[in-house]
Structures are given as C-alpha cells and as structure tokens.
C-alpha cells in the first residue's frame, strides 16, 4: 500500500509499504478514506526525536473497516468509522473514569515514541486500530467524511479546551492561535455559550477567517487593549493556548482576569516554564492542560457537528491525494494553507 513516511531530516515521502494486518484479537484494519495533516505532524517530522526513520504518519482518520479480529463486538466489514488520534484500552480504571489519554496501553498513531510505544500512522491507505471498540466511533448518516475527519483530534480538542475552562454563557473567551486548532475552539465556546470570542493571531488571512466565522479578532500586539476594551479592564474570564509553549503561556496570564482560567492545549515540548506564582496566587487564577478525547466526549461532538451548529470543514483549505501529501507538508509549515485533507 501506499503510505507517507518519516524519512529523516525534516523530510516525508510517499512509498510503498506492507499493509497492516490483525495482531490482537481487538484489531480492526480500516481502509483509509479520509485523512489529514495536523499541526503535531509538522512538530513530529521538525524535531524528529521520538520518530524513527520508516515510520508510517498521520493520526486523523476516516475510512471503512475492511477486517476484525475475534473480540471486536462492536464493529464490522463495511462500517463508515472514524478513529480517536489515540488508543485506550476501554477497561481499566483510568478509561473506566473517561480519562482515556491516562490509559497504560495508550499509544499515538502516527508520532513515534513520543506518547508511548510506536503505532503506524493513518495517512495510508490502510491503517491498524488495536482496541477498536474503543478507538473507533461510526460516522452517522449526515456527517461527510470532510467534516468527520476533525472529530478524532481537531475538532475534538477544541471541545475539551472549552470544557475544561468551565465555560459559563456570557463569558468572554480568548484563543490564542487562529490555526486548525484556535479556529475549531473559536467555534466551540461560541457554540457553548460563550459571549464573546476573542481570536488573537498575527497572520491576516487566519484573522479573517476568524472574523468571518464569529470571533472578535485582534494581532498579538492589540491584544491587551482589544480585551481590556470588551471587559472594562478586567480581562479574559478564561484564555485558551492553543499554540503551546512558554510564549503562549506567558501572553495567556497578561490576558486572563483575576480568578480566571487558563487552559493549553497546545504541543509543550519544554521542560520547564516560569510559572508567575506570586500573581497566580493572588489573583487564585487556574491553570489548566487538556487533550482531545474522541473516546469520552464523541457523542458532544457528533451532535455538535450533525446540527449543524459547527461545521469544521471551514478550516479545510485543499483536499490532496497521498502522492502530494509532501507538498502539503511543506505549504502547512509555511502557513501557505490552513488544514490539508488527505483522500486515499
């Protein structure tokens, strides 16, 4: 089959692979009908550190179960599906509370070692999903594969960012970053509740699509006046980093009000970060991480997406098939296009 490798340096390619084949009894393989380029992909092949060479990418996927081991109960051959960006095994204490990402079996597709042992990616044709019965979800009448394919990662993890603010209607929300991830939160807290949505990213074109789709929008260096304006001075009541590391952290407490939230969901690589205790503490501000959950929070975001209340296809620039996906890569990481689909 065909599949987009890591091929080392910074660098994919599309070659020819084994197709995967049912190890456990709770395997299913999935014929890849629908996948897409994420923004941990483009931080997995830039670093490379945790990604041996060889390794199969992708972890956002739709597509048709073409085979099952002996214990998967809850899908068979033909089921339209979509695949959470992690697996759990569904059973054990941490899964049984709905905190999947804590699972001892977790592993991510498509990232190396990073967040646990190596699995295969899904920008191939074939992709294996151990414990499928967790893993995979059916994509319901209505949902296009476009829009279905934001549900295991994008769309998902900007539900949770929400969620995990403790988001109250009437709220005045900030999302630091307009990429895939911002815009997908943008849409969710207003979706929500929230009263006003503040988008803060210094490229035009991701303004204007935040714009255009409902947020306030303001570059990083109007931001302060931008929220101080729309909250008489008191700032965010809850700012999400959906750009990752010490930066957006440090932007997020110069825009949070006092007893505030900040919640991150972006990629943090960095041992450490200074946290302003003194402030957090006299101003009793919350800080917060979240990671998507297809797993717990799939039927939130199936209602969300068939309502019609929140259509993330919105962020999707192009649709390419595997041979391009390089290009798509590289035009990601120039911030040339927004979200690439891929079809298989």
Known sequence: ????????????????????????????????????????????VAHGEHLPRGSVL??????????????????????????????????????????????????????????????????????????????????????GLDAAVFLGDTLATGYAA????????????????????GQLTSLAA?????????VVE????????????????????????TVAGLTDGRGADAVIDAVGGPRGLDTAFTLVRRRGTIVSVGVHTEPEFALPVARAFADELTLRFAIGDL??????????????VLDPTVVATQTVPLDDVPDAYRAMAARRTLKSLIAT
């Open 1 to 44: 089959m065909k599949a987009v490798l890591f091929v080392g340096d910074g660098t994919v390619r599309v070659e020819s692979v084994a197709e995967p084949i049912v190890v456990d009894p709770g395997d299913a393989i999935v014929r890849v009908r629908r996948a897409a380029v994420c923004g941990t992909d483009l931080h997995a």
């Open 58 to 143: 992708g972890h956002e996927f739709v597509g048709e179960v073409v085979g099952t081991g002996p214990a998967v109960q809850g899908h068979t051959v033909g089921d339209l599906v979509v695949g959470a960006d992690f697996t759990a095994c569904g059973t054990c204490w941490w899964c049984r509370r709905g905190d999947h990402w804590e699972c001892p079996q977790r592993r991510f597709f498509g990232t190396g070692s990073a967040y646990g042992p190596p699995l295969a990616g899904s920008q191939a044709e074939f992709v294996r999903v151990p414990f499928a019965d967790t893993v995979l979800r059916p994509v319901p009448a209505g949902i």
């Open 162 to 181: 929400v969620r995990r603010a403790g988001l109250t209607p009437g709220d005045t929300v900030v999302v630091l970053g307009g990429g895939p991830v």
């Open 190 to 198: 207003q979706a929500c509740g929230a009263g006003t949505v503040v």
């Open 202 to 225: 210094p490229v035009d074109a991701r303004r204007v699509l935040a714009a255009r789709e409902g947020a306030v929008v303001a570059d990083p260096a109007g931001a302060p006046a």
């Open 295 to 308: 797993m717990r929070d799939g039927e939130a975001l199936v209602a969300l997406v068939a309502s019609g």
